[in-house]
């Protein structure tokens, strides 16, 4: 990166809180794409508030606020790094704080879409390299010197030609009072020393000496406990219960019945207040409730599938995407490939289960805990109870995994109305039964993928999948196609295949669904790229070679070179069983190769994984690797050994003895290569995960010649 011109923005700088300090932030304008940096002088006149990124005091302690989540995925340690580099301070010395929910102050705060690097370090290295340039200035201005003889490192403004030096505290109080520059110089990557290292998490200590707060650990003075019986089919209502049992259990408070809801869907259950967890949940299993669940069918899992596979056979779907005429070529063709695709609905599993505190008081409510979306719960809480949004107040905890669920706002709101109610801040705390059965899950689709194979090419591509369209839970319109209908689809196959559809058939259920590790491409990806494989094989090519003929951009065919060099794509033997998947979600793209061996007491084992990730820009590099290894373990779990099942209307798997998770002897070798380049940053929490089932299973069948169309399947009886 160049000279970065800040002719658009200026600089926030003020004096006063606890002494001088210098505090640097961003505001952002209402409709506006970019952040723009204003002076404190300026934010009356525009009517917003300050918002601080960076606080360095007269101490010389630097704080920064980390404005999104961090719930494993390294966010609390790449903000920091990001800043640590332009600002020329070392990384174990700053003092990272959750900011709190206001997008007004912080802009979107939403930790999903693997957003949070690509989405603002451009915007922080400028602060912080102007941070440095102002810092540097007041030191020259000090010394009555140049500032080109001035440079900053460490915390320190050094004077090269003296060897004199200030520590930044030494310096706020000039830098306080100085104009920002207008330009800044950003260096340039191979002048890092932090950012693209793979230095050690700020938040493992922590984590291992037991002092980061989690929400179950968050404690508020006067705070009661509530559990909730909540309706097993997730849309009934509560009809009538009996409470006399739950108010005989030592500690219990109050029963009440409750009605949460996330976006423009509702669900009843009662709560069982109590001065502990444990009277709480002892009450609650001492309730009666009688359910009234008229109103919606009760499905069970063959139920569903059915259906879908009927709607493919019958229906055309709404249309995300054609080009050509693909249906002509299919119907007039002699041999044509003609297959199905299921994909299972998936349960979060986060090692945390939901919980929440909230304390409403008067016209104020405050929320503490495990939150990824906390905009979206002031928005929607300030709506139902009637307050104004900035007078709920929404606090971040550390998360205990994520994956989409917590960006939901049922749990906040549910405690909200105990809370108001008991008038008293009260903790909700989910078990594992409640977080299992209450959904949402990940949707399940199934794939109907046609195509036809002319002289070695793609003559005909045609895809329709029948699933729910998550974007109707929050009033999204029904007459117009899933807009993730080709999510983990790279665009080249789009641009380079002259005759496709892409069709997505109207499916819903009474199921709640959202979310969940990678959206769309968790699944797409399962169905095109075996799909791929299977055309490949008609078209008697190799699976990669055929791959990267129609994968024609540059870093497209480098990632394929450094999949084909790592993996030994080129020198496999008869007998071994390789597979590959390409899949592309969140700005990043992942190619994946997986080898598998027979087992001599028979099913087939997974010997090795070859990942190939292109991010782009990064900022370190074990966390790149861990979150495409955590997210290839979550694939392993979702290929080949849990689902979510549903009888009469009710989710089966309740805990993990059911819903069984990978074991460390499930999990093979993991080979992980990052590609290097100039390119802008991508997601990296999430990309990881699709490529995988597809990769495996194309592996399975270059080893056995047994095409798996369906997940989750069991390795053992393969």
């Known amino acids: 990166m160049d000279t970065k011109s800040l002719s658009r923005r200026k600089f926030l ?110 915007n922080l290295l400028n602060l912080s390299a102007t941070a440095r340039e102002m810092l540097i200035q007041a030191a020259a201005n000090k010394w009555g010197v140049s500032k080109t003889d001035c440079y900053a490192e460490g915390g320190h403004v050094f004077h090269k030609p003296s060897g004199k030096k200030y520590h930044y505290g030494e310096l706020v109080e000039v830098a306080s009072k100085l104009e920002a520059p207008k330009n800044v110089v950003l260096k340039k990557r191979s002048e890092y020393k932090l950012i693209g290292k793979p230095l050690l998490r700020l938040d493992t200590p922590l984590k291992t000496n037991g002092t980061a707060v989690f929400g179950l650990d968050k404690e508020i003075p006067g705070m009661l406990y509530a559990a909730v019986e909540r309706n097993p089919r997730l849309r009934g209502k509560v009809k009538s219960f009996d409470d006399t049992a739950a108010r005989k259990i030592p500690g219990v408070k109050q029963v009440m019945k409750v009605k949460m809801g996330v976006f423009s869907t509702y669900r009843e259950g009662v709560a069982v207040v109590a001065d502990s967890t444990w009277a709480a949940l002892q009450g609650k299993k001492a309730l009666k409730v009688e359910w009234d669940d008229t109103g919606f069918e009760h499905l069970s899992t063959d139920d569903i599938y059915k259906r879908q596979k009927e709607a493919l056979q019958t229906q055309e779907g709404l249309s995300f995407k054609k080009q050509g005429d693909p249906a002509a070529i299919i119907e007039k063709a002699v041999k044509k490939i003609d297959v199905m695709y299921e994909t299972p609905y998936q349960y979060h599993a986060c090692m945390e289960p939901l919980n929440c505190i909230a304390h409403y008081q008067e016209n104020k409510l405050e929320i503490w805990g495990p939150i990824q979306a906390p905009e979206w719960v002031q928005d929607f809480i300030s709506k139902e109870m009637s307050l104004p949004r900035e007078n709920v107040i929404v606090n971040m905890t550390f998360l205990g995994g994520g994956f989409g669920r917590k960006a939901f706002m049922d749990y906040p709101h549910e405690a909200s109305v105990i809370s108001k109610e008991m008038k008293a801040p009260v903790q909700v705390v989910w078990t594992r039964e409640d977080d299992a059965t209450q959904g949402p899950y990940r949707p399940g689709i199934t794939y109907r993928c046609e195509g036809v194979i002319t002289n070695g090419e793609i003559d005909a591509f045609k895809v329709k999948l029948a699933g729910q369209n998550n974007s109707h839970w929050r009033g999204g319109k029904k007459d117009v196609p899933n807009g993730s209908a080709s999510e983990g689809f790279l665009k080249p196959y789009t641009e380079s295949i002259k005759n496709l559809s892409i069709q997505d058939v109207p499916f819903e259920t009474p199921i709640p669904t959202m979310w969940w590790r990678s959206v769309y491409a968790s699944t797409n990806g399962f169905a095109y790229e075996s799909f791929m494989d299977e055309l490949a094989l008609e078209a008697g090519k190799d699976p990669l070679d055929f791959r990267r003929q129609y994968l024609k951009e540059d870093r497209l065919q480098l990632l394929i070179d450094k999949m084909e060099e790592v993996s030994g794509w080129k020198k496999r033997k008869k007998g071994e069983g390789y597979g590959v998947a390409i899949t592309e979600c969140f700005a990043s793209t992942v190619g994946q190769v997986v080898k598998v061996s027979k087992k001599a007491d028979g099913g087939v084992k997974i010997d090795q994984v070859w990942a190939v990730m292109d991010c782009g820009w990064y900022v370190n590099p074990d966390t790149v690797r861990a979150q495409v290894e955590g997210a290839i373990v979550m694939a392993i779990g979702a290929a080949t050994i849990h689902q979510v099942t549903f009888r009469d209307g009710k989710a089966v798997d309740n805990n993990f003895s059911t819903y069984q998770m990978p074991r460390i002897t499930d999990i093979p070798p993991i080979d992980i290569h990052i590609m290097e380049n100039d390119a802008d940053a991508g997601g990296v929490g999430e990309p990881g995960l699709p490529a995988f089932a597809p990769a495996l299973t194309n592996a399975i069948f270059d080893l056995t010649g047994k095409r798996i169309r369906k997940l989750p399947f069991s390795l053992a009886t393969v």
């Open 13 to 122: 700088k003020v004096s006063g809180m606890t002494g001088t300090i210098l505090s640097l932030g961003f505001y952002w304008p209402a409709n506006a794409s970019e952040a723009e940096i204003i002076k404190a002088a300026e934010a009356e006149n525009f009517g917003v508030e300050m918002n601080s990124w960076v606080h360095i005091d007269t101490s010389g302690k630097v704080t920064i606020f980390s404005h999104r989540a961090e719930m494993g995925q390294g966010a609390y340690q790449a903000i920091p790094q990001i800043v640590a580099e332009e600002l020329e301070v070392n990384l174990n010395e700053i003092n990272v704080v959750f900011a709190k929910g206001d997008n007004k102050k912080y802009g979107n705060q939403i930790t999903g879409g693997s957003s949070t690097v690509r989405g603002s370090y451009k």
